[in-house]
């Protein structure tokens, strides 16, 4: 069999078993009627060609419809480049991946090659998931990546991975329902945050204030981390609790004096048919909405405008990298794949379908980013950026998280224990 036709083979394999994830960019769709792809072992994949010289990469990514789609065209060229080369590709959504990735490596069938959240890199390179990178390095070019990125994915003295792009949180507001509640700006201060509440938010009359999506745990962490001075590296999530549950309270439920679960839930409704977030924000009917820039980027409306979250000079960011497996047969080859995906001008073709900024700063000279409207908002926004604290168990923080965040929004538990239970699991002894 050619090589092309076992190339194609193998692409209508991974087409099969696809699920588009927009889960990592937030503001999702419901996803749980849909089926969860497999990761394909090496054996499977082998019976679809009969060239026992081939070699046959296999590889999980997360991204969204459009992104995977042109991650997909460039990977075909990369393998159509070689006579002896196939690559599979499955894209998975966060959580699916998660396990997935796990328990495939556990069973000594990890992909070489993984695109997962900076989060998670240090916990997998801990399990020994992962191989470190630095002898592949090409100095120039990892010196070239934004610092608070690569300094994510350094565990133990070395580099365990290659970041792909930075996703910073913001605020993304309609000038027009500001100015008829009387604001002229963005917020611009803790207390400017919960006017805006007090004075917008009517969800009795379809209408929204600074609306927060509570499935999203990193939202949550970099809009709270605004309101109250939590998720440092210290060694507690809050730093005084009951002062905390006040601020807290104050912007989650407005105008209700103590806390109330249904306050909350009609305030901060889940995206869903019902309730569209993006056409709220256009329509008038939301004032304002803490996001992504790739998600701003992803609802181009000359309605909108983007503000940094108020914070001490502080951004929060989100990434992933490139990880090679530490059973991959083929780590230099794997990464010349890696190096070719994050050239700046793949870089830019991934951030044409993805909206996440490219990590690699050799990337910003280059159009059609360089001519962005808000280039400059883009370079301020990284050059303060900040991660989540690097830890083993941060992965498994912020499933606990988003857990607690689903009791709260259920009326399980009230503000108080939803913060109790956060702490609890937030500062579980390292290492356990």
């Known amino acids: 069999m050619g090589k092309r036709k076992s190339s194609l083979i193998l692409y209508s394999i991974v087409a099969v078993i696809l699920v588009v994830s927009a889960a990592l960019l937030g503001q999702s769709g419901n996803r749980d009627d849909e089926p969860v792809p ?7 994949i082998r019976s679809g060609t009969n060239d026992d010289d081939s070699i046959v990469l296999r590889a999980v990514v997360m991204m969204n419809e459009d992104e995977y789609a042109r991650f997909s065209e460039m990977t075909k060229n990369f393998a159509d480049s070689r006579s002896d080369l196939d690559i599979v590709l499955v894209n998975l959504a966060g959580e699916e991946a998660y396990d997935k990735l ?11 090659m993984m695109l997962i959240p900076n989060e998670w890199v240090r916990e997998f390179a801990a399990l020994g998931f992962l191989q470190p990178l630095d002898e592949y390095l090409i100095q120039e070019e990892d010196h070239a990546r934004i610092d608070v990125l690569t300094n994510q994915v350094k565990w ?5 991975g290659i970041p792909k792009d930075a996703d910073p949180y913001i605020l993304a507001w309609n000038r027009d329902t500001a100015a008829r509640f009387g604001f002229d700006a963005a917020p611009q201060s803790v207390s400017d945050l919960v006017l805006w509440n007090e004075t917008m938010s009517h969800p009795e009359e379809g209408q929204y204030g600074i609306w927060l999506d509570t499935t999203d745990p990193l939202s949550f962490i970099a809009l709270t981390s605004s309101l109250i001075q939590a998720w440092s590296p210290s060694d507690r999530v809050w730093n005084d609790a009951e002062a905390d549950r006040q601020e807290l309270a104050a912007f989650l439920t407005p105008l209700a ?23 709220l ?17 992803s609802h181009p409306s000359d309605k909108i405008a983007i503000a940094a979250i108020p914070t001490t000079d502080t951004v929060w960011l989100k990434g992933r990298s490139y990880t090679l497996s530490s059973r991959t047969s083929h780590a230099e080859l794997v990464m010349e794949w890696i190096r070719e995906m994050t050239a700046p ?3 830019i073709k991934l951030w044409e379908a993805a909206r996440m900024l490219p990590a690699q700063i050799q990337s910003f000279q280059l159009e059609p980013l360089h001519s962005d409207s808000h280039i400059r908002s883009y370079d301020w926004l990284l050059s303060i950026g900040k991660t989540l604290p690097s830890a083993v168990e941060m992965p498994e923080r ?13 009326g399980e538990i009230d503000l108080a224990e939803f913060m109790q239970r956060v702490e609890a699991a937030w500062t579980v002894e390292k290492g356990k």
């Open 345 to 347: 001008e793949a870089e």
């Open 257 to 279: 004096g103590e806390w109330d679960h249904e306050h909350f839930a009609s305030h901060f409704p889940v995206p869903s048919g019902e309730f569209a977030p993006w056409d």
């Open 156 to 160: 133990n003295g070395y580099q365990w």
């Open 398 to 410: 912020l499933l606990a998280l988003k857990s607690e965040l689903n009791r709260l929004r259920s």
């Open 38 to 44: 497999d990761i394909p072992a090496t054996s499977d």
């Open 102 to 112: 796990k328990n495939a490596a556990r069973m000594g069938e990890a992909p070489d």
């Open 281 to 297: 924000l256009e329509s008038g009917q939301m004032g304002a909405m803490v996001t992504t820039v790739s998600q701003f980027k």
